[in-house]
C-alpha cells in the first residue's frame, strides 16, 4: 500500500529546509493528525542532489508553482534522478496543490478542438477481483477532429495509444452538442506507476501538440461500499433501488473535488450503460433506477446487469483535470413474473 503520509510543511525560509510537518490520514469517516519530526528531509534531498530540485523548491517559496512545476518536469526526466529526488519532488508537488487550491500551471495547452481533458487512474472492485486502469477523456468539436492522441510513462512505456489500439477508443455524440471521446486501457492487475507521463495530440488537419503532467496518489486503495443490490441479488421490481455508503478514498485531500456516480448496465464487453446518475459535491446515497433523478426514465426488463457505483477525486495540473477513480461493481438480476 502507497504511504498515506500526506502534506510536509515547510517552516524554515531557505529551500529545502524543514524542522516538522503535520499529516492528514483521512478515511471514509475517519480523519485524525499525526505529527512527526522530519529534521532536514528536503535538506537530505538537496545535499543528494541537483539544482532542479533546488530551484523547484525556491519557486514554491516564491510561490511561483508555474517555474516550480517546470523545475519538477526538468527534473523527473533526468536520467540521473534517484529516488530520494524523485521522493521529495512529489512532496512537494502535493504541498504545492495544498497551498494553491487543487490547481496548478503547467507550460502546455491541448489544441484548439479539444476541450475539458481528464486523466482518470481506476480502481475496479468486483465481486471476486479488484482491477485497475486509466482513461483519457475529454470533448471533441467534431466527431473525427482527434486523429490520434498517445500518453506514454516518461521514457517509454506506452499506456494508451489510439493507432496502435493499445486502449479501447469510443466517440459519443452528446446531448448539448459536439461529441465525447475516451480512450480506455484494458483492465490491469497493477496499477500504475507515479511519476511524470507524457501526452501528445495529432488532429486531423495535421496540427500536432505534446504535453505531460504528473502522477501521484491518483490511485485509491479502497473501494464505495455499494449496499444493494447484493452480489448476485434478484430483485422483482423493475425499477430497484439502489443504496450505497458515501465514500472518501484513503488518498483524498481537502483541495480535490469530489463527483459520484451509480450506473446500471448489461453484462458483457464494455457493460453497455441503460441508465445513470452523477453529482458533483455528492451527498446522494440512494436513486431509484429509471427514476426522475438519473438518466433516462425507463423500467428494466428481466434479466442480467451490473450496477457499479464510482467515485472520483479530481485536482488541476495545467489544461488537464486528473482524476482518482473508485468503483464498485456487482451482478444482479430483475425476475419480475
Known amino acids: 500500500m502507497r504511504s498515506l503520509i500526506k502534506y510536509p510543511t515547510i517552516l524554515a525560509t531557505t529551500v529545502l529546509s524543514v524542522a516538522a510537518f503535520t499529516s492528514v490520514v483521512r478515511g471514509a469517516g475517519d ?26 523548491s525556491a ?30 519532488a512529489l512532496e512537494l508537488l502535493h504541498q504545492a496543490y495544498a ?16 476541450a475539458n481533458l481528464k486523466f482518470k487512474e481506476l ?24 486523429k490520434q492522441v498517445q500518453v506514454v510513462g ?17 466517440v459519443e ?25 507524457l501526452i501528445s495530440f495529432e488532429m486531423q488537419d495535421g496540427r500536432q501538440a505534446s504535453g505531460w503532467f504528473i502522477v501521484s496518489d491518483l490511485l485509491s486503495t479502497a473501494s464505495p461500499v455499494l449496499e444493494s443490490p447484493a452480489v448476485g441479488e434478484t430483485v422483482t421490481t ?13 488518498e483524498y485531500k481537502p483541495n480535490e473535488r469530489r463527483f459520484a456516480g451509480v450506473s446500471v448496465g448489461h453484462p458483457g464487453g464494455t457493460w453497455p450503460t441503460v441508465w445513470d446518475l452523477w453529482e458533483a459535491d455528492p451527498s446522494r446515497v440512494s436513486a431509484v433506477v429509471g427514476g426522475e433523478s438519473g438518466w433516462p426514465q425507463l423500467i428494466l426488463e428481466d434479466g442480467a446487469y451490473y450496477c457499479t457505483v464510482s467515485y472520483q477525486e479530481q485536482h488541476v495540473f495545467g489544461p488537464i483535470k486528473l ?9 444482479f438480476f430483475v425476475k419480475t413474473h
Open 59 to 88: 519557486a514554491y517559496l516564491q510561490r511561483d508553482f508555474a517555474a516550480m512545476t517546470t523545475e519538477l518536469h526538468e527534473l523527473l526526466s533526468s536520467p540521473e534522478l534517484d529516488s530520494v529526488e524523485r521522493q521529495s
Open 99 to 114: 497551498q494553491n487550491g487543487g490547481s496548478l500551471p503547467a507550460d502546455w495547452q491541448v489544441p484548439d478542438g479539444i
Open 323 to 331: 482524476r482518482r477513480d473508485s468503483r464498485t461493481t456487482r451482478r
Open 173 to 197: 455524440k452528446e446531448n448539448g452538442g459536439g461529441f465525447s471521446f475516451a480512450l480506455r486501457s484494458d483492465d490491469q492487475a497493477q496499477p500504475m506507476a507515479d511519476g511524470l507521463y
Open 123 to 146: 480502481r475496479r472492485e468486483g465481486a471476486e477481483d479488484i482491477g485497475y486502469g486509466c482513461v483519457l477523456s475529454g470533448g471533441l468539436i467534431e466527431s473525427n477532429a482527434l
Open 31 to 56: 480523519v485524525r493528525e499525526t505529527r512527526r519530526d522530519d529534521a532536514g528531509f528536503f535538506a537530505r534531498a538537496a545535499d543528494a542532489g541537483s539544482a532542479a530540485l533546488q530551484r523547484a
Open 154 to 170: 516518461y521514457p517509454d512505456h506506452v499506456i494508451l495509444d489510439r493507432q496502435k489500439g493499445i486502449g479501447e477508443w469510443t
Open 238 to 250: 423493475s425499477n430497484p433501488v439502489l443504496h450505497w455508503q458515501d465514500f472518501h478514498s484513503p
